[in-house]
Every structure is written in structure tokens, then in C-alpha cells.
């Protein structure tokens, strides 16, 4: 069974640090990319940042340079450092897997995922 697993939520002051951690099992991890995406509560899903299968990666304009997406392919897993937290990074992060492999363009939105994770909560005070 595919499936993904994310772990390294939790509650942090304004300006302090957290890694997520998302484990694959199921399927080749090191063809597809991986995604991380957040919901807030009375808000939609939104794209955090991605990685390709091939090491590139983008992010939401918000997040760049604080946050940093890396993978480890023999490890199947891929992490999210988040630093300098502020309270509008509170929300349900989840991880996602791309839907095509080796995909020519870095997906950026929910459709081009079809594989998720069951979310971890941050929770940021200020």
C-alpha cells in the first residue's frame, strides 16, 4: 500500500524552528517529485514548496528564504526546515506526491498530486 507519513509538527514561538519529515513507502520514491502544501483553519489548501525528482525545487513566495525542502531518495523521505516562524505559517502541513514521474514541470497545485500525506498540525504563538 502507498503511503506517506509525515511527522515534526508541533508548537513553537515567533522566530523559532521546526523540521517536517515525510517517510514513502509503496512506491519508487526517487522518480517523482514531492510536494509540501498547508491549510490554515477556514482557508484553502496552499503550495508551500516542491521538489523535483531530478533536486530542483521552488517555493511559495512567503516562505522563501526562510523554509528549505530537501529529499533523501535512500531514504524515501523528504523534509521541510522551517525557520524564523511567524504566526501565519499556523496550519496543517501536508506532504504530497507528484502523479506523473519524471515530470518536465515542477507542480506547483493540489491536482498534480496524487498521493498524501494525513498532515501534521503547527502551530506558531506569537
Known amino acids: 500500500q502507498v503511503q506517506l507519513v509525515e511527522s515534526g509538527g508541533g508548537l513553537v514561538q515567533a522566530g523559532g524552528s521546526l523540521r517536517l519529515s515525510c517517510a514513502a513507502s509503496?512506491?519508487?520514491?526517487?522518480?517523482?517529485?514531492m510536494g509540501w502544501f498547508r491549510q490554515a483553519p477556514g482557508k484553502e489548501r496552499e503550495f508551500v514548496a516542491a521538489i523535483s525528482w531530478s533536486g530542483g525545487s521552488t517555493y511559495y513566495a512567503s516562505v522563501k528564504g526562510r523554509f528549505t525542502i530537501s529529499r533523501d531518495n535512500a531514504k524515501k523521505s523528504v523534509y521541510l526546515q522551517m525557520n524564523s516562524l511567524k504566526p501565519d505559517d499556523t496550519a496543517v502541513y501536508y506532504c504530497?506526491?507528484?502523479?506523473?514521474?519524471?515530470?518536465?514541470?515542477?507542480?506547483?497545485?493540489?491536482?498534480?498530486?496524487?498521493?498524501w500525506g494525513q498532515g501534521t498540525q503547527v502551530t506558531v504563538s506569537s
Open positions: 509503496g512506491r519508487s520514491f526517487r522518480n517523482y517529485d
Open positions: 504530497a506526491a507528484g502523479a506523473v514521474p519524471y515530470s518536465p514541470v515542477m507542480p506547483t497545485s493540489t491536482p498534480l498530486y496524487d498521493l
